[in-house]
């Protein structure tokens, strides 16, 4: 699902120039762009997470701006950070993770967005009024958020599963038990199950979580980038998985999919849009992101992908899916889920561990 930029128009060959008519000719453009006509479709490319955009959401908005779409996807914010700091060029829209903001600001990484002056943004929930890593959207809009937790295959497991216990210590599961291939998502969720902080940076804390996975890894079927083709095979019993993937394979595909939020807790991923340096459509870019800022939008967001909105919904928009608490956790249900930090020196201890891990 890695898919390339599409570029370029066909130009008439220089050998053949003497025998276009004056009406198909138009002036060589002066730089290696190709020229193109007024009422060709502008492009937004975005690069993204897989199944994260609905596509009558993208369907609209290519209507409603003359424009096509076309996606490059990341299975990590590492995957993403690497890819940017190595000089990709030509996307106009990433979508990462908020602990990525730090660093995609130092690095000169993210075009500053200027003054909003959307009345939209002022619907967003208040928990994302002001967030943390961007709280006056000079970089950013929150796009999507959802939790990290355990996906159960009810066709294979029938016992009570509320614990991150069913993915570290059951041994039985051997071959059946997946993991998502995310350092700070795996390194955390063992942090977690040990009863510590998902932002823990001790070394001893760290050292007993790697061991912890170690010991899984005896057990593991795979590190999976992509959870949705497992959840819907039905080859696995247990599995870490995000909120909304659980969900959309649940209502398509697998039925016997179960999304727990283990006891000890987990994270609570915010997901937003940004510009990356050089993006070749800017004013494309915001206008997507102002449109997905529409209240109509955000419903049908969340009806088809099942990942939160940032925005304020009424039940009545929602219908039945504003029951679904894997959707809408309460506060207490969250009590214990906690967003990663910005912590440039944990990240690297934890992505030391993910090497070391990965390597064995």
């Known amino acids: 699902m890695r898919f390339q930029l599409l570029f370029g128009l066909a130009a008439c060959l220089l050998t053949l120039l003497s025998s276009c008519t004056k009406k ?20 937004l490319n975005i690069y993204s997470w897989s199944n994260y955009i609905a596509p009558q959401v993208i369907a609209q908005f290519e209507k409603a701006t003359n424009s096509k779409v076309v996606f490059n996807y990341f299975s990590s914010n590492e995957e993403l950070l690497a890819k ?12 990462p993770s908020g602990y990525l903001i730090k660093a995609l600001r ?11 002056d959307w009345p939209e943004l002022k619907n967003l929930a208040r928990r994302f009024q002001k967030p943390v890593f961007d709280p006056k959207h000079e970089y950013t809009i929150p796009y999507s958020w959802g939790t990290t937790g355990i996906a159960v295959n009810r066709a294979r497991i029938k016992d009570k599963v509320d614990s991150w216990a069913w993915v570290f210590d059951h041994p039985e599961l051997k071959g059946q038990v997946t993991m998502l291939d995310d350092a700070p998502t795996v ?3 063992a942090l977690k199950y040990l009863g510590y902080s998902y932002n823990e940076e001790r070394v001893e804390a760290l050292a007993k979580a790697k061991a912890l996975l170690i010991r899984q890894k005896k057990i593991l079927k795979a590190y999976t980038p992509e959870s949705q083709p497992v959840l819907a095979s039905g080859e696995f019993a247990i599995a870490q998985a995000y909120s909304g993937d659980v969900l959309q394979v649940k209502n398509r595909n697998n039925p016997n999919i179960e999304y727990v939020l283990p006891k000890e807790g987990g994270e609570v991923f915010v997901d937003l849009l940004a510009i990356p340096k050089g993006a070749p459509s800017i004013s494309l870019a915001k206008e997507f992101m102002r449109f997905t800022l529409r209240q109509d939008i955000a419903v049908s967001q969340v009806q088809h992908l099942f990942f939160s909105p940032v925005l304020n919904l009424k039940d009545a928009e929602l219908g039945a899916l504003s029951k679904e608490r894997s959707v ?33």
């Open 24 to 43: 198909e000719q138009s002036p060589s453009p002066t730089s290696d762009e190709p020229a193109v006509s007024s009422t060709a479709p502008r492009v």
């Open 84 to 95: 940017l700091q190595a000089g990709a060029r030509g996307y106009d829209l990433i979508v």
């Open 106 to 116: 130092e690095l000169d990484l993210i075009e500053p967005l200027g003054s909003l």
């Open 187 to 189: 390194v955390g969720a």
């Open 328 to 360: 809408f956790p309460t506060e207490g249900q969250l009590s214990k889920f906690e967003m990663i930090t910005d912590n440039p020196k944990r990240l690297e201890a934890v992505q030391q561990i993910w090497t070391e891990l990965k390597s064995m």
